[in-house]
């Protein structure tokens, strides 16, 4: 088998206890070592980590030079947020492997990088003048805005509630990987969280954090009200 580092990557310290976002990366990593014959030989999980300060990064490529191993993330924005981030990594010369996109290569990434740096960079001056553009109407932003936020997360934690029994159901029949989860929620015709679309293992995803948010909400609770 082919040695490989994981490099898992999540934007606070919070994330990185809970696990939110690190498990989808943890799954989709695991999976595409196991139907192509990598073995993992180490993981490093980066937290809090800044734009030029990575070192949880530089410690995953000296590992990969150590062991001759490939550099495997879970997705292109784990390795780095614009385009010169990433292209130091690829300058290394090591190995790299995209899991939701294995078949890049040197070029192909450099490509991806751009195109989302540019994507970001024009969602951002777009909300910037939507925003602008509000307050010139005299619109109060902020208020709305949270109270909105908190109603969505609500009803996205009772539509992940809803469904829990139909996943558990569904690893004790042995569908556990994310993309036959999403095959398996589609062929039922289970409706998503926003109505009228389909499931992809990118909202299965998100779909198993936020179960496995709560199941550490309910630990935790537990445990304190055992030591009041």
């Known amino acids: ?26 799954i989709a990593v695991r999976q595409y070592c196991s139907l192509n014959n990598y073995h993992l030989v180490s993981d490093v999980i980066e937290i809090k980590s800044t734009r030029k300060h990575r070192s949880g990064l530089s410690e995953a490529m000296e590992l ?49 990088a751009a195109v989302a740096q540019d994507q970001r960079r024009r969602i951002s001056e777009t909300t910037k003048e939507a925003l602008a553009a509000a307050r ?18 609500k009803a996205a934690d009772e539509f992940a509630s809803q469904l829990s029994p139909l996943i558990m159901k569904f690893r004790k029949r042995g569908i556990i990987s994310i993309r036959a989860v999403s095959q398996e929620l589609n062929r039922k015709g289970v409706p998503t969280f926003r109505k009228g679309g389909k499931w992809h293992p990118t909202t299965v995803y998100t779909l198993i954090n936020r179960l496995n948010k709560q199941q550490i909400n309910h630990i935790t ?7 009041k």
Do not use: F
């Not at 030079?65 to 990594?89: H, K, M």
């Not at 939701?100 to 040197?106: I, K, L, R, S, T």
């Not at 010139?136 to 997360?153: F, P, W």
């Open 64 to 112: 990969c030079r150590q062991n001759r191993a490939t550099l495997i993330v879970a997705r292109l924005d784990r390795l780095g947020r614009d385009v010169e981030q990433i292209a130091s990594v690829v300058k290394s010369k090591i190995k790299i492997v995209v899991a939701d996109n294995p078949h890049a290569n040197e070029l192909t990434i450099h490509i991806l």
């Open 136 to 153: 010139k109407r005299g619109v109060e932003l902020g208020k709305n805005g949270k109270c909105l936020s908190v109603a969505n997360r």
């Open 1 to 26: 088998m082919l040695p490989a580092i994981a490099y898992y990557r999540v934007s606070t310290d919070r994330q990185g206890k809970s696990g939110l976002g690190l498990e989808a990366q943890q």
């Open 221 to 227: 609770y537990q445990s304190h009200a055992k030591h």
